[in-house]
């Protein structure tokens, strides 16, 4: 059962635009929305993350969207660069012990020059 | 630097053999973990560990094991049980569980011949 779904699952974006990756959670109890990057051959690295008491966080040409109500957040890449191109993997974690972050399936990002 | 390693980066089995892939951290962190990415699959954990001596089993735990011997090191061994292998294997480590940052090594790739 997946319980973060992430739309769409590959993006072909111009330099300049705005790319907009979606995911939807089911968990109520989840409470930390994290989102990765990963550029081919290499593991991912945190990029930006959002805790529900917001509903948005922007650092950068990156803003997380949240949207309790609809269990929903976004990752919008404004200006996007060639150097965006890279799969991005929203995530999802509880507060309590033992929780581990749930993936979701990722984005594969194209931002053509 | 800090930071986490995998070795190797390309590993290479024949059917019916136990491989095991190695994970050091110098980040000193409590938690570690496995996951396993597939084309399309986003990131599966396979099992994680918050403790030394101590593991949980992740969602597709069934023909791996682990051992945590060391706050360092957390190896994962693909048994002859693993129907399907092939993947790219990453780990990571964080200061605790739930609400924290996962850092991620480079990977190791493993394909079966």
């Known amino acids: 059962q997946q319980q973060v779904k992430q739309s769409p699952q590959s993006l072909i974006v111009q330099k300049g635009g705005i790319s907009i990756i979606n995911c939807a959670y089911e968990?109520?109890?989840?409470?930390?929305f994290p989102w990765y990057q990963q550029f081919p051959g290499k593991g991912p690295a945190l990029l930006i993350a959002?805790?529900?008491?917001?509903s948005e966080k922007k650092e950068g040409r990156f803003t997380i969207s949240f949207n309790k109500s609809a269990k929903q957040f976004s990752l919008h890449i404004m200006d996007s660069q060639p150097g965006d191109s890279a799969t991005y993997f929203c995530?999802?974690?509880?507060?309590?012990?033992?929780?581990?972050?749930?993936f979701g399936k990722g984005t594969m990002l194209l931002v053509s020059p | 630097d800090g930071g986490i390693t995998q070795s190797p980066k390309y590993l290479f089995r024949k059917e019916g053999q136990n491989v095991t892939l190695s994970c050091e951290q110098n980040?000193?962190?409590?938690?570690m973990y496995w996951y396993r990415q597939d084309p399309g699959q986003g990131l599966r954990l396979i099992y994680y560990?918050?403790?030394?001596?101590?593991?949980q089993k992740g969602d597709i735990a069934e023909g791996y094991s682990v051992s945590r011997e060391k706050k360092e090191s957390f190896p994962l061994t693909v048994t002859s049980a693993q129907k399907n292998p092939t993947a790219f294997y990453l780990c990571?480590?964080?200061?605790?569980?739930?609400?924290?940052?996962?850092?991620f090594g480079q990977g190791t790739r493993l394909t079966v011949v």
């Open positions: 990571a480590s964080s200061r605790g569980t739930g609400r924290t940052e996962a850092f």
């Open positions: 968990n109520t109890a989840f409470d930390y």
């Open positions: 959002i805790r529900p008491d917001v």
């Open positions: 995530a999802a974690s509880m507060k309590s012990g033992y929780s581990t972050l749930t």
């Open positions: 980040l000193n962190h409590d938690a």
């Open positions: 560990s918050q403790i030394v001596n101590d593991f």
